[in-house]
């Protein structure tokens, strides 16, 4: 079964009556490519701020392409915001000493979590893996290397329509235990936009003895264009509802605003109604949609931030 967006009186105007606890809320931004693209994420940054996120995390580019931009960014956030930032850091085409050199100097510089992932190889995001042989062969081996080094928090990543390489969903759920024993406390998903398969997913993962916060991602959409083919790439279906939405409108920004702000709204309000208080935002460092879809979810500056995470 397929998610039907609510109707004009559905979850929306009940959030706007205000959803009975206030929604936790992190922000993934991505490393700068040049001080133009620095200028608007600070400009992303400084907007989000106010609203408490738990924690900002930091994408590592493909293949560790933005390791220094990736650490400047975040002790950056440290030394200047109230933020608490996590690093993003991959295991793909770096030695172990490489990517230990990487955590101990994270751990240096005052960064305490770090989300582990195995990383695609350059240029063939969703192309065949071959891991190095002295490298970690994947993210969990990668979390025990963290949790080896110091105690990090650890957050890892998780596929509602499992991995692209995986065989089944019980592989991604042994998968996601094997990094619990590894030492990871919090899963982080990829945005998807059927909700009832999410909620399948989960429970699948509940009923499995995981207990550990999985923060739902949300992907406004900015760009479908862009969306789209990056959701081919990674295996995320776009269902026949979102297309009809952005249908003729590519070349008119505004409304495309509007839609996405209502979509991803419309997807946060239905996950509270189902018991989720924690959503990640993939902001793709740009602040106007994910601060609008907060207000509307009740996030505001002055509300200090939950100090427990539900899933
Ligand atoms: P893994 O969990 O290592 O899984 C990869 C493969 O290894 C799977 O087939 C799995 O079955 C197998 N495997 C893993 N552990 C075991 C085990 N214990 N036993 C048996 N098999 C195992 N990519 C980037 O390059 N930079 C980023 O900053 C980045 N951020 C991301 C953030 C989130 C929230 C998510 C969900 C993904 C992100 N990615 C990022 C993408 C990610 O690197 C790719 O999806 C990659 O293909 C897989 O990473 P993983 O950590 O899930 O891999």
């Given at each position: 079964m397929t998610f039907v967006p609510p109707n004009a009186l559905g979850p929306v105007a009940r959030a706007g009556a205000g959803i009975s606890k206030r929604p936790s809320v992190s922000f993934e931004f991505s490393p700068p490519k040049g001080p133009k693209s620095e200028a608007s994420l600070w400009e992303a940054i400084r907007r989000l701020e106010p609203l408490n996120p738990t924690f900002v995390s930091v994408t590592y580019g493909a293949g560790g392409s933005t390791r220094d931009r990736t650490h400047r960014t975040v002790v950056r956030m440290l030394q200047e915001t109230t933020l608490k930032p996590a690093a993003h850091l991959t295991c793909v085409e770096a030695s172990r000493d490489e990517v230990d050199e990487v955590i101990r100097d994270y751990w240096a510089a005052?960064?305490?979590?770090?989300?582990?992932?195995?990383?695609?190889?350059p240029g063939s995001l969703g192309g065949a893996y071959t891991p190095r042989a002295d490298g970690y062969q994947n993210a969990t081996e990668l979390t025990a290397g963290i949790r080896a080094i110091a105690p990090f928090e650890v957050s890892v990543g998780l596929y509602p329509q499992i991995h692209p390489e995986s065989p089944?969903?019980?592989?991604?759920?042994?998968?996601?235990?094997?990094?619990?024993?590894?030492?990871?406390?919090?899963a982080i998903t990829n945005f998807f936009f059927d909700i009832d398969g999410y909620l399948r997913f989960i429970d699948r993962i509940r009923k499995a003895g995981v207990t550990i916060p999985i923060l739902p991602g949300i992907m406004p959409v900015s760009s479908f264009e862009g969306l789209s083919n990056m959701s081919q790439r990674i295996g995320v279906t776009i269902p026949g509802w979102l297309s009809n939405l952005f249908e003729g409108l590519?070349?008119?920004?505004?409304?495309?605003?509007?839609?996405?702000?209502?979509?991803?709204?419309?997807?946060?309000?239905?996950?509270?109604?189902?018991?989720?208080s924690d959503f990640h935002f993939y902001t793709l460092n740009r602040a106007d949609l994910v601060y609008a879809i907060c207000r509307v979810?009740?996030?505001?500056?002055?509300d200090p931030q939950p100090t427990t995470e539900a899933a």
């Open positions: 005052g960064i305490r979590h770090i989300v582990a992932l195995r990383g695609d190889p089944s969903v019980e592989h991604d759920i042994e998968v996601l235990k094997a990094k619990i024993d590894a030492g990871a406390t919090r590519d070349e008119d920004p505004e409304t495309r605003k509007l839609v996405a702000a209502s979509v991803a709204t419309e997807m946060c309000a239905r996950l509270s109604e189902e018991g989720f979810l009740g996030v505001r500056e002055s």
